[in-house]
C-alpha cells in the first residue's frame, strides 16, 4: 500500500529537517521534506553542458563524491548525450560508461539514478545499486523499459519526449504546449501503471528543451502545478531539469545576441531553482548543486511561511495513494 510504504520510506530515510513542510515523498528516495537536489554526472564526450569533463570514470566518480559533499540528495548517472543533433551510441558502450560509476558512487552510500532510455542500461544500473530510473524518453524509446521498472519496483521518472535528441528540435511545435505535454505526459504515465509500475513511485517531468522552444519551456516553468496534475487530476512529484540550458544562455544573452555560456547561467538556474521549489517540484536536476541546495532551502522555508503553507491547492501538495489509478482524463487530439 503506497501509504504504509510511503511512511517506511519516511522512517528509512529519515524526519523532514528540522522546520521543513512534508513535500512529496518517493518511496525508497530521500524525504527531507523540501525540494530534493539532483547532481548530474554525464560520463560522455559531447554532453549539452558539461560534456568531457567527466569521461574518464575515476573524474565521474570523484564528480558525484563532490556533489554529495555539496548538498546533492541523489546522484544522477547518465552515459548517452541527448544534446540537441546528438547520435546514440551502442547499448554496450552505455553499460561500459554508466556500471563503475554507479557501483562506486552506490558502495559510497550515495543515493543513485541513472539516466537512460535503456532496459538493458538500466537493469545493469540497478544490480549496481541504482535506485532510481530516470527515463527521458518516458518509457517511448525502448518497450522493455516499463517492464523491466515494474518488476524491480523502483521509482521511475517519466519524462516528455517527443523523440530522439537528433530530430528532436523539429518535433518542438504546439498550440497550447502546457495541455499537450500534459495530455502526452499522461499517456506516458498510464502505459507505465498498464505495464505494472507502481503509481506511487512515478515520477513526471516536462523534459525542458526536449523537443521544446525556450517559449514551451518557460510556459512549462511557469505551469509547474499542472504539469503535476497533468492536467487535472491527483499530483505526482515533478522533477525539474532546467539546470544550463539553451533557452536559460538566450535570455542572458549578451547585447549583440551571443547566449550567455553554459557555466555563466548558473546563478539564473538558482534562481529557477527557488522558483520551482517554492511552487511544489519534488526534485530540481542540477550541475552546479551548492547554490541549488540553498535555494531549495530558502524555497522550503518560504513554503512554510506562507499561507495555507503545504497545502495550497494550487500545487503540488502530497495527497497520492497507492490507489490512485491511471490518470483517465482524454488525450485530445494531441499530436503523437
Ligand atoms: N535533461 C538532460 C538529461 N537528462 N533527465 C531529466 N529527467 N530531465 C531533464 O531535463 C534532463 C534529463 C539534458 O541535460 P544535460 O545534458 O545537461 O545533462
Known sequence: MAGDA?????????????????????PGLPAPGRCLVMGVVNV??????????????????????????????????????????????PAAEEQRRVGPVVRELAAAGLTVSVDTMRAAVAELALDAGAKLVNDVSGGLADPAMRRLVAAAGVPYVVMHWRGHSRTMQDRARYDDVVREVCAELRSG??????????????????GLGFGKLAEHNWALLARLPEVSRLGGGPPFPVLVGASRKRFIGRLLAAADGTPRPFAGSDDATIALTALAAAAGAWCVRVHAVG???????????????????AARQDDMAPERTASQQAPDQPDGDVPG
Open 291 to 309: 547554490g541549488n541546495a540553498d535555494a531549495v532551502r530558502v524555497a522550503a522555508q518560504w513554503r512554510l511561511a506562507g499561507p495555507g503553507s
Open 189 to 206: 504515465v498510464r502505459a507505465a501503471i498498464t505495464g505494472g509500475v507502481d503509481p506511487a513511485l512515478i515520477v513526471v517531468d516536462p
Open 6 to 26: 510511503q511512511a517506511a520510506a519516511t522512517a528509512a530515510q529519515g524526519s523532514p529537517e528540522p522546520g521543513q513542510a512534508a513535500g512529496p515523498v518517493v
Open 44 to 89: 560522455t564526450p559531447d554532453s549539452f553542458s558539461d560534456g568531457g569533463e567527466c569521461f574518464a570514470p575515476a573524474a565521474a566518480i570523484s564528480r558525484g563524491l563532490r556533489l554529495a559533499a555539496e548538498g546533492a540528495d541523489i546522484i544522477d548517472v547518465g552515459g548517452e548525450s541527448t544534446r540537441p543533433g546528438a547520435d546514440r551510441i
